[in-house]
């Protein structure tokens, strides 16, 4: 099954201005949490299978992906275009930022750069994926390109950038997150459905810029469906988030930019990319694959050993609940990670932070059905934010209480 969801902002232009349909009425209450006297369900049940489970057919099981594999298999160079955010900071002049607008630049590998890339590796027949163990990439990665958002047991949409994802990056900034992370101790964030990862960008371009002093380490998760979105749209978003970070006094990383809107990838820039990351004290990690316990206790395997049980973790979300299988999924993952989180990390204060549509017009996942099984299963929901304007989305924190 392909289809599309129908309505306008699927993909974000550079603008980020669109004209949506009408949207349905807005939610009810923002707060509270189910009933801490109440047993749970079950977080992952039988219908956990994925997005739009296909009979039959079996879901892609959860991969972990080497960094160093997946920086071989980048092409000589990447074009990219630049999505410039609006950014609403502190309002409190005691933070130094004020009531100020500023802009954020976040950096998008073009699209038309990767169909270039891919059309070159079918001229190459040698699989450099296959030394990994990773199913072929090619169909999948046509498969999202093509004109359909979501291909069923296929594509997940992880190469279009969704509204959604752009007011996650707003909350995270007027909220300061990567300050309160890093402030702490050792920290992690896993961005679950990351596609493009508008919002770990962000963190990822705020942490290489947070001080001059040593840094406490910083774990980050990119974790999507599809093995083929990480290596040709996330990763290269990564690199060049640093890249533009670091244009203005790294000589070696102003010069790879071309007059043409691209980056060269040498051998010395990754080379440096590489540098940067252990200097700042920031570990990668990738995983694919579809949300399961299976795909829960991979990704724990990813994470430091030797993290302290007052470590911080942050879960981010955009677009993940579109159906009522994904938000199933969405929200059992997203529980179970919670729940092992306190049992691991008790005085970290886990959370998650979810941005979604209130609707999603003729697919049947909704932002307040996701609230509601949220709370159902025992954490405690409230909204960050709202948009009223157009298509009506929303913002929410979740977190056991």
Sequence with gaps: MAFSFSFSGDDIEEDTQQTPPPAPPPP?????AANPTASPPTAFSTTTAGAFPVQGKPLLPP???????LLARLPSKIAFGLLNVDLEVDPDPSHGDGGNQRQLALPRRELWDVRVQLMAEDDDPSPSSAAAGEPSESSEARAGLGQHDVKTGIYEGGFKSWESSVDL???LARERTIEGLLSRGPSVVVELGCGTALPSLALFAWALDHGTTPKHPLSLVLADYNPSVLYLVTLPNLIL??????????????EAFTPDGELELTP?????????LAEHRIALAFLSGAWSPEFVDLLYSALPADLPGTAATLVLGSETIYSPFALESFSATLFAMLQRERRERPEGGARAVVAAKRLYFGVGGSLDDFVDRMRALGAAVRTLAEETQGVHRGVVDCALP
């Design 169 to 171: 990056v707003k909350v």
């Design 63 to 69: 991969l972990l992906h080497d960094l160093d594999h």
């Design 28 to 32: 009810p209450a923002d707060s509270g």
């Design 241 to 254: 988030a640093w890249a533009l970070q670091q244009r203005a006094t790294t000589p070696l990383v102003a």
């Design 268 to 276: 010395e820039l990754l080379a440096a990319f590489r540098s940067s």
